[in-house]
């Protein structure tokens, strides 16, 4: 008898492929968005006269609004057209970009950054939602790893160029800027959005209750994953900086030049991975070998070379935050299609939002903790193997806590989840 095979999977349509870029442009942005104001940190504080007090409520603002609409975001998203609730947030966190700009009155500036998380709270459950609905398995690795190359990017773009234009032409031009120009990605947007816009509303077999979803081992590892990898990100992007030029005395030009570098090899390589990625799964291997070698390895080999770059010389310093960086990128590049496979199209927004609620608290506790640490002790060493470590509980909660990636049968007993192999 003839061995029967399996037809080889199609590659994307054009409006799949400009589709994708669409996302990644968006998230390119989103990161942009919520970092610029870090970068111009410095000029606000001095040209406004507020206090650092003051200045750390507005850089942990953005967060407060963030974090606690993501699962709100993620019943949004699951409830109503994902095509135009994405559209709306993008219109409504563009408009506070822009708006920051001519502002003056530390109040209303606060109020912005709220404004900005809130709008920036639908984008990942969005993202996860479009993808679960529009791309079959074997091509959410690539699809994914493009989305995760424009949260790779943005940070850099925003060290490199960002402060390079802040120099030269103020932060308000840049922000004023930034935001009426991106509201120019809405046109292709609303020409091209996907059809599939959600599953159909009678179909109820894939939509999980609360408490269903938190009886899930799988869901609570997918969040620890999360927040750790979200963990080794916000201490790069707020930290990193810092460290290069007080610490181990880099001007401000190398600072840059390594962050440029850093974040442009890690897009690199975050996309490569999710292309490897499908490759091996189109190959025989299982979702769940590909998906947790890649993931887990990556946020381990993140924090393992991230943790040597504190102990080594000016070069070595340099490759081993470099290396930590693209092994960040190349996690992050399939985490999110463990996610969408778990949930499934019906549950994939919901399932995002918690995940990056939890995940999101990240950007309150690396900040902060570091901080404290660098105070305490007057230099970087514990706040590296802080962050080894929780990269390694990263590994270990995408190894063992997380199941096998395949969709949830939901609406079964708590109990079953339990029974992972």
């Not at 070698?293 to 770059?309: D, E, Y």
């Not at 609620?357 to 706040?383: E, M, S």
Request: charged letters at 10%; aromatic letters at 14%; a positive charge.
């Amino acid at each position: 008898m003839p061995i029967s095979r399996s037809p080889q999977p199609k590659g994307l349509s054009v409006t799949l492929s400009l589709v994708l870029a669409l996302l990644a442009i968006s998230v390119f942005i989103n990161y942009v968005d919520r970092g610029n104001l870090s970068i111009a940190a410095p000029m606000l504080k001095d040209e406004l006269g507020i206090s650092a007090a003051q200045l750390g409520l507005l850089l942990s603002a953005f967060f407060w609004t963030y974090a606690c609409l993501q699962p709100f975001s993620g019943w949004l998203v699951d409830r109503f057209n994902v095509n135009w609730v994405f559209a709306g947030g993008f219109f409504l966190w563009s408009l506070a970009t822009a708006a920051t700009g001519i502002v003056h009155a530390f109040t209303v500036l606060f109020v912005l950054r709220l404004l900005l998380g809130m709008g920036e709270s639908v984008a990942y459950p969005s993202y996860s939602k479009i993808i679960a609905l529009n791309f079959p398995e074997e091509h959410r690795g690539l699809a994914n790893s493009v989305v995760s190359a424009g949260l790779v990017l943005g940070p850099g773009f925003g060290m490199l160029l960002g402060g390079l234009l802040m120099a030269r032409f103020g932060w308000r031009p840049f922000f004023i800027v930034l935001g009426l120009v991106s509201l120019l990605w809405l046109l292709p947007w609303l020409k091209w959005m996907p059809k599939k816009q959600s599953v159909i509303a009678s179909d109820t077999t894939g939509v999980p209750s609360l408490f269903e979803f938190l009886s899930l081992r799988s869901a609570w590892g997918s969040c620890i994953g999360l927040f750790a990898g979200n963990y080794v990100s916000y201490f790069l992007i707020t930290w990193l900086p810092f460290y290069l030029v007080r610490e181990r005395h880099f001007s401000m030009n190398s600072m840059a030049k390594i962050g440029g570098i850093a974040y442009l090899l890690g897009a690199c390589f975050a996309t490569l991975a999710g292309w490897l990625s499908d490759r091996w799964i189109m190959s025989g291997a299982t979702p769940t070998r590909v998906r947790k070698t890649i993931t887990g390895g990556g946020i381990a080999l993140a924090g393992v070379f991230l943790g040597f770059a504190v102990f080594s010389g000016p070069a070595g310093c340099i490759a081993a935050l470099i290396l930590g960086v693209i092994f960040f990128g190349v996690s992050s590049s399939n985490m999110w299609a463990i996610t969408q496979t778990l949930a499934g199209p019906q549950a994939a927004g919901r399932w995002t939002g918690f995940q990056n609620f939890i995940g999101n608290l990240a950007g309150v506790a690396a900040p902060a903790l570091t901080g404290f640490v660098l105070q305490r002790t007057g230099h970087f060493y514990w706040a590296f193997a802080i962050l080894a470590t929780v990269a390694f509980t990263g590994t270990l909660s995408w190894a063992f806590l997380v199941g096998p990636i395949e969709q949830v049968s939901w609406h079964r007993k708590p109990q079953a989840d339990a029974v992972y192999s």
